[in-house]
């Protein structure tokens, strides 16, 4: 294995590159390494003429040569290290690279750089050394003996193969266990199990001139370390594993896959490593979590705190608190999860942590100022308490203790006087010096321990906000993640996981638990914010620490600011000189009719006031120019762009000539207003007076009364890029380069990147890092220069010129305004690249960098709300009750209220408001009454309440605090505003929705196809535009085209090559969509919409519109049988086709004659199989040559297969897909889905020839499914065999191995039977195979618009209904309805079972009989099961026991489901859920029969059966079930249904499995014979139920008129005489058979070796037919309980 470091992008490296060490160089250590105890006994062989400069280097083909002579690789591979090692370790070049593509920087290139292009690969590292540092990367860092790398960052693959590709164990166990610890931060947990999996299957080959030997080596030593990962994961990580059972399902899977495969020492260590978790994931107890009762117990509540020893307190207390520790995730410490709104979901255990400390405290102080104890005991027993704590090592209840003796004053309460072994936990409460002397205590004292929390979780605060997630090309800071690593294991190894040792003393435990809690705020409402919680009650950190204070107190800000005023606003209304200092830092300029002051759109920050003539404010909606108001002396506009920077969302036009304009740029205010305060308190006032009447005149929309006042792109933009939630989005732009989406995102202080293709990227640039901007060049690329190590940055992929000049003007804009704004930046002391990383540390809600602001501070929040009253309420307890006057504000610390008017008909909710909210603006200003209520949303909602009188105190003794909270609540307020505005112009276009119904004529009959043009509307994050598009509707589709076809031109024209493609833009089924007309103020749009999205069209004329509205309203509105797709259709041919040989030869002749098109799809195909098996056999009857053959004649293919998921069979569907499509261009195969959802499959079993003859039903064209009506389980004619190779097929003895390799046997044709098939399929032709056809083009459609693999693909159209027929038509007679069970996920369309509706239909209204083929039995008679077939059975069955009426119903299924039932517990697990289904408790259906009808048996009216067969092998007798693989319904001789469902959840819940199946009704009728009387039954249904009985029964023609009638006493008696009889024989000649005797795994197991009987073959002589009884009883005493691993997946074997 090579010595050098080789990537191929975007692992960065960094820091001085020792590479003379020999760390690099393979070691081959122990294999059985133990990744938790360090190995350190590698071998590290020494050079000596590594410094050597005279040692001339071999060439490389000396090496070779050298090389070649030794017999011995192992010795060839260290002579080959030996004479190159020196070149390695010589470097003192740098390589450098981009993210992407190679950069060589550096003109001169090292002896590395050289030797690595003998070798065949580029140079991709990226290096520097020294000072000449300049790109994020790798730095290994020497200490003692060793050195530990640090990676700088790079992409989650990168980084992991960098740390896979190491040699050095402990090196791997370091840097694994960090990105272990941290890899919550930006990747999930299944995707990092997805990347190991990757690297285990293919690992990376550094070289590939490397010696295979060299190779191999590479491969293990990668292997190993995934393995050593696999094992640090699972133990030091395991609660990983606890959290997301799927995450132990998904290394499960892994580990089966990797057991079949080659025995290495990775392989045994993965393995050994899931089992040793799966051990612990069973045994493991964490300690339960204390929660104090809000109750307080009596006995408790008697206990005197004084009479229990301090030391039995303390160790009590440690006890509690050890537990609450030992259930903290290290995950909970990432991204300061413990703050914010979803900090109980992110970080549930640490949360609770942090509340038992604020109760330990509160505790203390009640106790403590408790009137019925003394107060100064009680004081020095606590002192005593928490010295014990102390001594105890237990640092964070000490000092929680002792925070409850403190008073608001910062002394002792009752000034005790504190004693000396007490004053050094005092001078560890203090963070001042970041808290030195604690951390000098950490460091004497041993584990165990329990930390002191508050300077821990400032230290992650601080690395958290110091540095940003992503580095400034976009790639994983994982540097941020090794600091963040660190501290947390430090501060693990401080505490032991195997606790104190102290004896649990439940009386005392009891009392601290119980005990009565008053909180500080009660006792001291003035005591205001405790300093010291600061790093989990706001999200800032001690300025003390050079790092700017985060306002936890911003309130959100949303795309764009307002410039509408209203007529009742003139003037700023300040006095006079307060007016002449505002204008002193204002320009005045004259402006001429015409001219746009801003344009809408534009980038505005200035306040304009209009100081001679007027101005009008003009707003373009739909292109239409809107007048909103014309602004006269005295009036301004602009003042949102006062409070926040924004988008001009109106234009200003000067109305006459000479128009004088004072405007001042807002950037100059704040220095203004430092200087006056009070004129900051006058002005921000009166524009908050001026916002409160304006948002009191509009609406609350109904997003904001859920809580949401921010647009959903400012939401996705903060969120996706880590930036803070005020930061606003100005403008967004799309480009795309090759297959690679790009999204520009600009913010006024922000320009940030995501790019997706296979990895999703991004960056961040602050705009103060922008060095310049350089227009687009010829190819349309916009080239960013920054200051950063990303040095530049270029944007291409524009659609057109104007996009590209208009994205480089709002950058232009944007950078150009920062600038103006901006004050020097003050260096941090703590981060010399702070400026350079995404500035998550802003102050102000709405601008970030170092901008002038004049925003609150963390103190004057302080002091504003120390002088407020705070005050919890309960759930639904009103804070404010309505027509209340009171000139107060309100501020919403904690929890949530809502703001609700009562009426009529209840509460109706106007808005609710979550934490750090304020309310109450209207009233304050200007003393008006509340117009609603404000009720707390939850319990304990913490509300401080502001009053008018302290804050008009507050303005004379600190006029600078009260300016900045009137700034902030402008900024709140304008926020707001433009919110609803915004959403107010949005509505205004949308406030007239029109009935469909409205738009058709009475008595006129629409087309049911249509063509012709529509404009479709098209939107983007800033407005919309409309296209022409020309549009078709056929069979039920609405198909979207770039430019007009002509509409006779056959749909498959666009496949040819020698002919104009038009190019389709989307097909959309209609069935299953909704559908809407909305009127606005310029046009009438109408819109079709699914769950995945929706589509907005309008036309030129109503005329036209109708026409649209009329043809779909044919397929949206109708609603047809069991809520199908599909509606009923007459008069259509149906053919059954019971098991493959018929089956096969129907299709082959089907596929012989197709024209046009072929469409299959099927749950697994094997290209190779044998349609038909005439003898001599022929190869030209195989599927792929057949399809070839089509292929040749111009028939286009069109193939879905199931993407097999690691849960089930691996069918080889990949490789098929490329064997079909080698075959001709003609052949497109598409593979779904790609990886989502894993335990579902597309079941569905389809042909379709021209779109006009279909084939549906259970058979798939594959393995095993080929057989005749008399099921032989041998194969004797080896020379002639009907079952080739794999063909020969018997999962019950054996799995499929290699499934791509068709002609090798996997099973001993002599020794070992095959597997029986009984299958029933259906060829249907007429109207009916349209709608199979609509079905496979609604899938391949979908699947090609959901994996871009498929974006050569072409869509799918359905012909026209005017389109003369291909194939001749054959008169029918059966009324057949297509039915499903189809999902989202499977069609892209709403849920549909309507298969299970038509399965209980039947059920329901059967009549005399119901008969049943299926492959399970699972319904929701079983629990924890859905589908109600199981239910159906047992009310049909209770109603004729109720009617004393003869009914029988009939189930015919498998002996056991496919696979070795022995050795699988998945298999012998949907046993059980079959008699859970049939009689196992009392919700089953023998169970409810049994519990209504005591005296009633219930096989008297429903039985089980199965079918089995016997052959002779090698002159031994051997049996085998019948596979019984059909989906088969027959109800009263009338009515048959056949299809791909099984009775399951699975296949008939709709959002499982994809099925589908055809419901006949014939209309054909044959006299027959019905309980005794003459009957007309249907010729469809009548004659597959006999020759399905004649088969299983095994009669002669002449025979079957004993079965005419089904329930007749004589069929029903034969019926079961014939199954029992033949159980009976069956069970005497092979006695290890499932059947009622064997009850046990064990009794099977002894079975086995019972002695062959000697009259076998004579006895076998009696069976007649295949049918015999299903076992009911089997393994009934055996335990069939899931695993840990089944029960995860129950739903998939349900």
């Given at each position: 294995m090579s010595s050098r470091l080789t990537f191929n992008s975007p692992l960065l490296f960094s820091g001085k590159e020792e590479i003379e060490d020999h760390q690099f160089r393979p070691s081959k250590s122990n294999s059985n390494f133990n990744p938790i105890a360090s190995n350190n006994n590698l071998n590290h062989n020494n050079s000596n003429n590594v410094n050597n400069p005279n040692v001339t280097a071999p060439r490389k083909r000396d090496a070779v040569k050298d090389l070649a002579v030794h017999a011995d690789f192992s010795k060839a591979k260290h002579l080959f290290h030996e004479k190159f090692s020196h070149l390695r370790n010589s470097s003192t070049k740098d390589s450098i690279a981009s993210s992407e593509n190679i950069d060589i920087r550096d003109s001169s290139r090292s002896i590395t750089t050289k030797l690595e292009e003998l070798e065949g690969e580029e140079g991709s590292i990226v290096l520097s050394t020294g000072e000449r540092e300049r790109i994020i990367g790798v730095n290994n860092i020497g200490f003692g003996h060793r050195r530990r790398t640090l990676i700088y960052g790079g992409t989650l693959a990168k980084i992991l193969e960098f740390i896979f590709s190491r040699e050095e164990k402990e090196e791997v166990i370091e840097l694994i266990d960090t990105l272990l610890l941290t890899f919550h931060s930006f990747v999930a947990s299944n995707e990092l199990l997805d990347e190991f999996q990757r690297y285990f299957d293919h690992p990376i080959q550094s070289s590939s001139r490397l010696s295979f030997v060299d190779r191999d080596f590479t491969m293990e030593t990668q292997q190993q370390n995934i393995a050593i990962s696999i094992k640090v994961w699972t133990v030091k990580y395991f609660q990983d594993f606890l959290d997301q059972p799927e995450l132990l399902t998904q290394l499960q899977e892994f580990a089966s896959r990797i057991r079949s495969r080659k025995s290495s020492p990775s392989q045994k260590l993965i393995l050994s490593s899931i089992e040793d978790l799966c051990f612990k994931l069973s045994t493991v107890k964490l300690p339960p979590i204390p929660k104090r009762s809000k109750e307080t117990d009596e006995a408790s509540s008697k206990e005197n705190i004084l009479q229990i020893p301090a030391k039995l307190l303390a160790e009590q207390l440690t006890i509690l608190e050890w537990s609450l520790l030992s259930n903290v995730r290290p995950k909970e410490f990432l991204n300061q999860a413990w703050k914010g709104q979803h900090a109980e979901k992110a970080a549930p255990h640490l949360c609770d942590w942090i509340k038992w400390n604020m109760e330990t405290r509160d505790w203390v102080t009640t106790m403590v100022t408790s009137p019925e104890l003394n107060q100064l005991s009680v004081v020095k027993h606590f002192m005593n308490v928490s010295s014990e704590l102390f001594e105890m090592n237990n640092f964070n209840g000490s000092i929680a203790v002792l925070k409850g003796l403190k008073n608001p004053d910062d002394k002792i309460i009752g000034d005790c006087f504190l004693p000396d072994h007490l004053r050094l936990l005092w001078e560890i409460m203090n963070p001042s010096d970041n808290f030195s002397s604690y951390r000098r205590q950490l460091k004497r004292r041993k584990s165990p321990m329990i930390p002191y929390l508050d300077p821990f979780l400032l230290d992650l605060s601080f690395t958290d906000q110091a540095e940003g997630d992503y580095l400034d090309n976009g790639l994983y800071n994982f540097k941020k993640c090794t600091s963040i690593a660190q501290k947390i294991n430090e501060f693990y190894s401080k505490f032991s996981s195997k606790g104190f040792g102290f004896q649990v003393d439940k009386r005392v435990m009891s009392f601290i638990l119980s005990a009565k809690i008053v909180p500080r705020s009660r006792i001291w409402p003035n005591e205001g914010i405790d300093e010291s919680n600061f790093a989990f009650e706001q999200d800032s950190i001690s300025s003390k620490s050079g790092i700017h204070i985060t306002n936890l107190f911003g309130d959100e800000q949303s795309i764009d600011s307002d410039l509408e005023p209203r007529e009742d606003e003139r003037y700023l209304s300040l006095p006079p000189e307060q007016f002449e200092k505002l204008v002193s830092v204002a320009n005045v300029r004259t402006w001429q009719q015409g001219d746009k002051l801003i344009e809408q759109g534009d980038y505005n920050t200035k306040l304009f006031i209009v100081k001679e003539g007027s101005v009008k404010v003009v707003k373009m909606v739909k292109g239409s120019p809107i007048i909103l108001s014309e602004l006269g002396p005295g009036r301004f506009f602009g003042d949102v762009s006062v409070l926040m920077y924004g988008v001009a969302t109106a234009s200003v036009v000067a109305s006459e000539e000479n128009v004088t304009i004072i405007e001042i740029e807002v950037s100059k205010l704040p220095r203004l207003f430092r200087e006056d305060p009070q004129l900051g308190i006058v002005f921000f006032g009166n524009l908050v007076k001026t916002l409160v009447k304006r948002l009191a005149a509009l609406p609350i929309p109904a997003g904001e009364a859920r809580g949401r006042t921010r647009s959903t792109s400012n939401v996705k933009f903060s969120e996706t890029f880590h930036l803070p939630s005020t930061e606003s989005l100005v403008r967004e732009f799309k480009t795309r380069t090759g297959l690679r989406r790009n999204q520009i995102f600009l913010s006024p202080n922000f320009f940030a990147f995501l790019s997706r293709f296979i990895f999703t990227r991004k960056i961040v640039l602050p705009i103060e890092t922008i060095k310049g901007i350089e227009p687009p060049n010829r190819r349309n690329r916009i080239r960013i220069n920054v200051e950063t190590r990303l040095r530049a940055l270029s944007i291409g992929g524009f659609r057109n010129r104007s996009t590209a000049e208009e994205c480089y003007n709002v950058m232009s804009k944007i950078v150009e305004t920062y600038r103006a704004s901006t004050i020097p930046a003050t260096p941090n002391p703590i981060s010399p690249n702070a400026s350079t990383s995404v500035m998550r540390l802003t102050s102000s809600p709405n601008l970030g960098g170092h901008r002038d602001n004049f925003t609150m501070t963390k103190h004057d929040w302080s002091l504003l709300l120390r002088g407020a009253e705070k005050q919890l309420y309960d759930e639904d307890q009103i804070i404010v009750k309505e027509g209340n006057n009171q000139r107060k504000l309100y501020f919403i610390s904690k929890g949530s209220c809502r703001a609700e008017t009562m009426g009529p008909n209840g509460p109706t909710i106007l808005n609710s408001m979550g934490e750090e909210e304020v309310f109450g603006e209207m009233g304050f200003f200007t003393a008006s009454a509340a117009s609603a209520n404000v009720v707390s949303s939850q319990n304990s909602t913490e509300v401080f309440t502001i009053d008018s009188a302290y804050v008009n105190q507050l303005s004379i003794t600190h006029p600078k605090v009260v300016a900045r909270f009137y700034s902030y609540l402008g900024t709140t307020l304008a926020s707001r505003l433009q919110s609803r505005e915004t959403r107010a112009w949005d509505t205004v276009e949308q406030e007239s929705i029109l009935l469909p119904s409205s738009f058709l004529e009475p008595g006129k009959v629409y087309a049911e196809e249509k063509h012709g043009f529509l404009m479709q509307r098209n939107r983007g994050a800033i407005g919309e535009n409309w296209e022409r598009r020309f549009c078709r509707i056929i069979s039920g589709?609405?198909?979207?085209?770039?430019?007009?076809?002509?509409?006779?031109?056959?749909?498959?024209?666009?496949?040819?090559?020698?002919?104009?493609?038009?190019?389709?833009?989307?097909?959309?089924?209609?069935?299953?969509?909704?559908?809407?007309?909305?009127?606005?103020?310029?046009?009438?749009?109408?819109?079709?919409?699914?769950?995945?999205?929706?589509?907005?069209?309008?036309?030129?004329?109503?005329?036209?519109?109708?026409?649209?509205?009329?043809?779909?309203?044919?397929?949206?509105?109708?609603?047809?049988?069991?809520?199908?797709?599909?509606?009923?259709?007459?008069?259509?041919?149906?053919?059954?086709?019971?098991?493959?040989?018929?089956?096969?030869?129907?299709?082959?002749?089907?596929?012989?004659?197709?024209?046009?098109?072929?469409?299959?799809?099927?749950?697994?195909?094997?290209?190779?199989?044998?349609?038909?098996?005439?003898?001599?056999?022929?190869?030209?009857?195989?599927?792929?040559?057949?399809?070839?053959?089509?292929?040749?004649?111009?028939?286009?293919?069109?193939?879905?297969?199931?993407?097999?998921?690691?849960?089930?069979?691996?069918?080889?569907?990949?490789?098929?897909?490329?064997?079909?499509?080698?075959?001709?261009?003609?052949?497109?195969?598409?593979?779904?889905?790609?990886?989502?959802?894993?335990?579902?499959?597309?079941?569905?079993?389809?042909?379709?020839?021209?779109?006009?003859?279909?084939?549906?039903?259970?058979?798939?064209?594959?393995?095993?499914?080929?057989?005749?009506?008399?099921?032989?389980?041998?194969?004797?004619?080896?020379?002639?065999?009907?079952?080739?190779?794999?063909?020969?097929?018997?999962?019950?003895?054996?799995?499929?191995e290699h499934p791509e390799l068709p002609f090798i046997d996997h099973l001993d044709r002599t020794q070992i039977p095959r597997l029986p098939w009984h299958d029933v399929h259906m060829k249907i032709i007429g109207s009916a195979a349209k709608d199979v056809a609509y079905n496979f083009i609604q899938r391949?459609?979908?699947?090609?618009?959901?994996?871009?693999?498929?974006?050569?693909?072409?869509?799918?159209?359905?012909?026209?209904?005017?389109?003369?027929?291909?194939?001749?038509?054959?008169?029918?007679?059966?009324?057949?309805?297509?039915?499903?069970?189809?999902?989202?996920?499977?069609?892209?369309?709403?849920?549909?079972?309507?298969?299970?509706?038509?399965?209980?239909?039947?059920?329901?209204?059967?009549?005399?009989?119901?008969?049943?083929?299926?492959?399970?039995?699972?319904?929701?008679?079983?629990?924890?099961?859905?589908?109600?077939?199981?239910?159906?059975?047992?009310?049909?069955?209770?109603?004729?026991?109720?009617?004393?009426?003869?009914?029988?119903?009939?189930?015919?299924?498998?002996?056991?489901?496919?696979?070795?039932?022995?050795?699988?517990?998945?298999?012998?697990?949907?046993?059980?859920?079959?008699?859970?289904?049939?009689?196992?408790?009392?919700?089953?259906?023998?169970?409810?029969?049994?519990?209504?009808?005591?005296?009633?048996?219930?096989?008297?009216?429903?039985?089980?059966?199965?079918?089995?067969?016997?052959?002779?092998?090698?002159?031994?007798?051997?049996?085998?079930?019948?596979?019984?693989?059909?989906?088969?319904?027959?109800?009263?001789?009338?009515?048959?249904?056949?299809?791909?469902?099984?009775?399951?959840?699975?296949?008939?819940?709709?959002?499982?499995?994809?099925?589908?199946?055809?419901?006949?009704?014939d209309t054909s009728v044959v006299d027959s014979i019905m309980d005794g009387e003459p009957f007309k039954a249907a010729k469809f249904a009548f004659e597959l139920r006999k020759q399905l009985w004649q088969e299983h029964l095994g009669l002669a023609d002449s025979e079957c008129s004993l079965i005419d009638d089904p329930i007749s006493p004589g069929s029903i008696e034969y019926w079961k005489y014939v199954s029992s009889a033949n159980t009976e024989v069956y069970t005497n000649a092979f006695p290890h058979l499932p059947s009622n005797h064997i009850t046990t795994l064990q009794q099977l197991s002894s079975a086995s070796l019972e002695p062959k009987t000697t009259q076998r073959m004579a006895i076998l002589q009696e069976i007649r037919g295949h049918l015999i009884d299903f076992p009911l009883e089997f393994l009934k005493h055996e335990n069939m309980k899931p695993d840990l691993k089944l029960k995860v997946v129950d739903r998939i074997f349900q």
């Open positions: 589709f609405f198909i979207i085209f770039y430019a007009e076809i002509d509409s006779t031109e056959s749909f498959y024209m666009d496949l040819k090559q020698d002919t104009p493609r038009p190019r389709v833009v989307k097909v959309l089924p209609l069935a299953g969509m909704s559908f809407s007309l909305t009127k606005t103020a310029s046009f009438i749009m109408l819109k079709l919409s699914t769950a995945r999205g929706s589509r907005a069209f309008k036309s030129d004329t109503i005329q036209e519109l109708s026409d649209w509205v009329g043809t779909i309203q044919n397929y949206i509105e109708k609603t047809h049988r069991f809520q199908s797709f599909a509606p009923i259709r007459e008069k259509c041919f149906a053919q059954y086709l019971v098991d493959g040989e018929d089956t096969f030869k129907a299709i082959a002749d089907g596929i012989e004659s197709a024209r046009e098109s072929i469409f299959i799809t099927d749950w697994w195909i094997i290209p190779e199989l044998y349609l038909k098996r005439d003898y001599p056999p022929s190869v030209s009857n195989r599927l792929d040559k057949v399809l070839q053959r089509k292929a040749l004649e111009g028939v286009y293919v069109f193939i879905l297969i199931w993407n097999e998921t690691s849960v089930a069979t691996k069918l080889a569907s990949a490789i098929s897909r490329k064997k079909f499509e080698s075959l001709h261009p003609n052949i497109f195969v598409i593979r779904h889905p790609t990886l989502i959802p894993f335990e579902w499959s597309h079941h569905q079993k389809t042909v379709v020839i021209d779109q006009e003859i279909a084939f549906v039903g259970g058979l798939d064209l594959c393995y095993g499914r080929w057989d005749t009506s008399s099921h032989p389980c041998v194969d004797n004619c080896h020379l002639a065999t009907k079952w080739p190779g794999k063909d020969y097929y018997n999962t019950n003895k054996k799995g499929i391949w459609n979908h699947h090609k618009e959901s994996n871009n693999d498929y974006s050569s693909h072409p869509f799918i159209l359905p012909t026209p209904s005017s389109k003369s027929p291909i194939h001749p038509s054959i008169p029918g007679t059966a009324n057949v309805q297509l039915l499903r069970s189809i999902s989202p996920w499977s069609s892209g369309n709403t849920v549909e079972d309507s298969l299970c509706k038509a399965y209980i239909d039947l059920i329901k209204n059967a009549e005399y009989f119901v008969y049943i083929e299926n492959q399970f039995f699972i319904s929701g008679t079983a629990v924890g099961v859905i589908n109600g077939i199981g239910q159906a059975i047992v009310d049909r069955v209770a109603r004729a026991i109720r009617e004393e009426s003869n009914f029988k119903i009939i189930v015919v299924m498998p002996v056991v489901p496919e696979g070795v039932y022995e050795e699988t517990a998945s298999i012998r697990y949907i046993m059980r859920w079959q008699f859970d289904t049939i009689w196992n408790g009392p919700t089953s259906i023998y169970g409810q029969l049994k519990q209504m009808f005591p005296d009633i048996n219930p096989s008297d009216y429903i039985s089980f059966h199965s079918l089995r067969c016997y052959g002779e092998l090698e002159g031994s007798e051997v049996t085998e079930q019948i596979y019984i693989h059909a989906k088969l319904i027959i109800v009263d001789d009338c009515r048959a249904m056949i299809s791909s469902a099984n009775i399951n959840d699975r296949s008939l819940r709709g959002d499982g499995d994809s099925e589908i199946g055809a419901l006949v009704d």
